[in-house]
């Protein structure tokens, strides 16, 4: 039975289903049956929230190779961590905006006390109570349980009583140990990033899930990661949307690597429409994607945009082109530009407005 077949049968996507719609020669056929599972579940309905992405310091102990935006140690040229001060002023400047997330990804710095992250998310709850705070990926989680001798449960239940509401999807990569192991050896591994987001989604919070493809991935590969995170939402229902995020390739120790093609973006997109049956989002980060092909990506299994963003750092670094950040306006018309509908959303997927 072809994949269009088992489709057809609502049956599961299987890992060598996966195998055949990476090899296969017609990337339209893939697109066309990706579009019609996404049009299944949300029509031509495309979601994107009006969002701030703060990075508080860059200062980390790991050495990612795909990673341009990192600095070993304070002091280093280009090395910074902001005062608490600096970082509520980011949301303070934005006072008359309807900003409806903040979403932190910090490097894992050695020195910064645990009381600089509680009062982070205390101080946003204060200037905006009603702001949403999704913050600190599983590896900084596994990193602050493992600098301050906490568990990881202890961790995020002090940070959930400081104002954090859920977590990003970040830190992921690929969870293939021949894959990790080479490109970011020294930071949380897979088993522990996957029993994060089991205990986040325990808790009662929700998050989000990334790959980062187009590198040294394989397509079996890509699919044994897709695949993980299938079987851990199967246990949870706790993710939100999964974040296919392109490589890029500027300013760090892969930099010889050419960067994926729009071709292999849409695919990755689409493959996981259709594998991740439980997952109810595929979000095209268009700062990553870059924006046409994210407006393409619409067509090919992905419904959501994340956000305005404003400010973005660690795509910027490693050669990004794509805007730091674009209006709420930008992103309606672009949006409708590609022949779908624009919904703005809060970061749980409550619908805000549907701008006209
Ligand atoms: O984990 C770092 C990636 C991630 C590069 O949860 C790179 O809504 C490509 O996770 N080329 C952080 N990627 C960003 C992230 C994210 C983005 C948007 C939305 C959400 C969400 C999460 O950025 C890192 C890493 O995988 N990254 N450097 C690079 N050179």
């Known amino acids: 039975m072809d994949v269009a077949d088992r489709l057809d049968a609502g049956e599961r996507l299987s890992f060598d289903d996966g195998i055949r719609l990476f090899e296969a020669p017609d990337l339209l056929a893939v697109g066309w049956l990706a579009n019609r599972e996404r049009e299944r579940r949300h029509a031509g309905d495309t979601f994107f929230n009006h969002n701030i992405r703060i990075e508080a310091t860059n200062v980390c102990v790991a050495s990612c190779l795909f990673c341009a935006f990192a600095r070993l140690k304070p002091g280093d040229p280009g090395a910074y961590t902001m005062s608490l001060e600096q970082v509520w002023d980011k949301l303070r400047q934005r006072q008359d905006q309807s900003v409806t997330e903040i979403h932190v990804v910090n490097g894992l710095h050695p020195d910064l006390p645990f009381s600089y992250y509680l009062e982070l998310l205390q101080g946003f709850k204060r200037i905006r ?208 530009a590609a022949g779908r509908r624009p919904i703005e959303r809060d970061t749980l997927y409550n619908v805000l407005s549907v701008p006209v």
């Not at 568990?151 to 992921?172: C, I, N, T, W």
């Not at 989000?208 to 991935?217: A, D, F, K, R, S």
Request: proline residues 4%; negative net charge.
């Open 129 to 336: 109570p009603d702001v949403h705070l999704k913050c600190f990926t599983a590896v900084e989680i596994a990193f602050f349980a493992d600098l301050y001798g906490m568990s990881d449960k202890q961790v995020l239940l002090e940070l959930r009583d400081a104002g954090l509401d859920s977590l990003p999807g970040g830190g992921a990569e690929i969870f293939a140990e021949r894959v990790r192991r080479k490109i970011s050896h020294d930071k949380c591994g897979t088993e522990r990033y996957l029993a994060i987001h089991r205990t986040v989604h325990r808790l009662g919070m929700r998050s989000n899930v990334t790959m980062l493809y187009g590198h040294i991935e394989t397509p079996a590969e890509r699919l044994d990661h897709m695949l993980r995170a299938r079987d851990l939402q199967d246990d949870t229902g706790g993710f939100q949307a999964f974040i296919p995020l392109a490589f890029h390739p500027d300013n760090n120790q892969m930099r010889k690597l050419p960067a994926p093609t729009a071709a292999d973006t849409l695919r990755v997109h689409a493959v996981a429409r259709l594998l991740l049956d439980n997952i109810p989002h595929i979000k095209a980060f268009w700062i990553a994607t870059g924006v046409d092909v994210a407006q393409a990506a619409l067509w090919f299994g992905a419904d959501d945009l994340d956000g305005t963003v404003h400010e973005e750092r660690i795509y910027h670094m490693a050669g990004a082109r794509t805007p730091e950040g674009m209006t709420t306006n930008e992103i309606g018309r672009l949006i409708r």
